[in-house]
């Protein structure tokens, strides 16, 4: 690997998906000591969501004047700037919601440029063998982050306060911005032709590849939604008959998984890359066997370790996803392709959770798992079908 920059990269993404975490927590806790209102707090993610989708739609317009480097340090330096804005806003009155929400559409509107951007780039900055290695590697960081995250910001915003964690969040921040722009890539070149609009939603869709991963993404995403914490909230309370420390238990387990999943890519490296469509193969039942599993499961053991395998699984087949795409598609059109990833899985995520909640009120919570496992394996068996035509 080209240590140096690779390591600027995911010690600036580190940086800055933790800072992504404590503000999303302060704006939680600055919204609820302003309004006490569920309805208001409901509106933020509904906010980032919408924000990152545009964002993702639009990444082809910022890319025709930008390098994924300048792309990276541009938006981690207006997102900065804006979270200073509002750490001194905070400071001077008590903010309302039509104050705070366009802030946090502002944030995650430059920040879904991010992970698109980022997956783009390390192609340029690993060789290709070190790929899965790589893709490991900053899976197991993000995944660290988000387990500890949350917690540690909660933490961090009853001992101090909201405000404390924008300005917190403002210095991890400043590090990131300065760590990325460190960063020396193999693409650093002025585009010579415009990217169309649509271009990466073309690609995908006239590439062989690409178009079996994204409708397989496509259906995931819903399938996914089962995991959000509405659903694993009135799964512990009617199905597992236990506290809402379950859920909490629950939510550390398959971030546990998703960690493990990503060490063993890392230290298995060789292997994953000789039995890459296998594994994906394989990985794409499992997962959609050990959904079927957790919802017909009454017991919490057994549902706990449903959650570490599952999260362990559901890892090891996206990183291998992911490596493929970077190793087959054109690496100067990774970054309209990962941006429209980005926006597709945003918008069905978003779409699907409506979905999810209506059937988990109307339905059951068991129903709603059913639902996932059937649509993974209708993902599975679709790969099945395509398989030979992928070229991995």
């Known amino acids: 690997m080209r240590l140096r920059s690779f390591r600027f990269l995911w010690i600036?993404?580190?940086?800055?998906?933790?800072?992504?975490?404590?503000?999303?927590?302060?704006?939680?806790?600055?919204?609820?000591?302003?309004?006490?209102?569920?309805l208001s707090l409901s509106l933020l993610p509904f906010t980032i969501t919408v924000?990152?989708?545009?964002?993702?739609?639009?990444?082809?317009?910022?890319?025709?004047?930008?390098?994924?480097?300048?792309?990276?340090?541009?938006?981690?330096?207006?997102?900065?700037?804006?979270?200073g804005l509002l750490g001194i806003s905070l400071g001077l009155f008590t903010p309302s919601v039509l104050f705070i929400l366009p802030f946090a559409f502002l944030i995650a509107f430059l920040d879904g440029w991010a992970a698109?951007?980022?997956n783009a780039m390390l192609p340029q900055l690993v060789h290709e063998e070190e790929l899965a290695k790589a893709n490991s590697f900053v899976a197991?960081?993000?995944?660290?982050?988000?387990?500890g995250g949350w917690a540690i910001a909660g933490i961090i915003v009853a001992a101090t306060?909201?405000?404390?964690?924008?300005?917190?969040?403002?210095?991890?921040?400043?590090?990131?911005?300065?760590?990325?722009?460190?960063?020396?890539a193999g693409e650093q070149q002025d585009r010579q032709t415009k990217i169309p609009l649509m271009s990466g939603w073309k690609l995908i869709w006239k590439h062989p590849n690409l178009r079996i991963f994204h409708i397989m993404i496509f259906i995931e995403s819903i399938a996914n939604v089962v995991w959000i914490a509405a659903i694993l909230y009135i799964f512990v309370e009617e199905v597992l008959m236990k506290s809402e420390a379950w859920w909490g238990y629950l939510n550390a387990s398959f971030f546990i998984g998703l960690i493990a999943g990503g060490i063993v890519v890392s230290k298995y490296t060789h292997w994953f890359e000789?039995?890459?469509?296998?594994?994906?193969?394989?990985?794409?039942?499992?997962?959609?066997?050990?959904?079927?599993?957790?919802?017909?499961?009454?017991?919490?053991?057994?549902?706990?370790?449903?959650?570490?395998?599952?999260?362990?699984?559901?890892?090891?087949?996206?990183?291998?996803?992911?490596?493929?795409?970077?190793?087959?598609?054109?690496?100067?059109?990774?970054?309209?392709?990962?941006?429209?990833?980005?926006?597709?899985i945003s918008?069905?995520?978003?779409?699907?959770?409506?979905?999810?909640?209506?059937?988990?009120?109307?339905?059951?919570?068991p129903f709603v798992f059913a639902l996932s496992g059937f649509l993974l394996l209708a993902s599975a068996l679709y790969l099945l079908k395509r398989i030979q035509f992928l070229d991995a």
Request: proline share 3%.
């Open 12 to 38: 600036g993404q580190g940086f800055a998906n933790s800072g992504d975490v404590l503000y999303i927590v302060a704006l939680i806790a600055v919204l609820y000591q302003a309004t006490g209102s569920a």
């Open 51 to 83: 924000a990152r989708f545009l964002s993702g739609m639009c990444a082809p317009l910022v890319l025709n004047h930008y390098s994924l480097k300048g792309l990276l340090v541009g938006s981690q330096s207006m997102k900065t700037v804006l979270l």
């Open 116 to 118: 698109p951007a980022r």
């Open 140 to 147: 197991v960081v993000d995944q660290s982050i988000q387990f």
């Open 161 to 184: 306060s909201g405000p404390f964690v924008v300005w917190l969040t403002f210095g991890t921040y400043v590090i990131s911005t300065l760590l990325m722009s460190l960063i020396v």
């Open 274 to 344: 000789r039995y890459m469509k296998e594994t994906l193969l394989n990985t794409c039942f499992a997962i959609s066997i050990l959904t079927f599993l957790f919802g017909l499961t009454s017991v919490p053991v057994i549902a706990l370790l449903l959650s570490v395998v599952s999260g362990l699984v559901e890892q090891v087949k996206s990183i291998i996803m992911v490596t493929i795409i970077q190793k087959k598609c054109p690496r100067e059109s990774l970054p309209e392709v990962f941006s429209a990833q980005s926006a597709l």
């Open 347 to 365: 918008i069905t995520f978003g779409l699907g959770s409506l979905l999810y909640g209506f059937l988990a009120e109307a339905v059951s919570v």
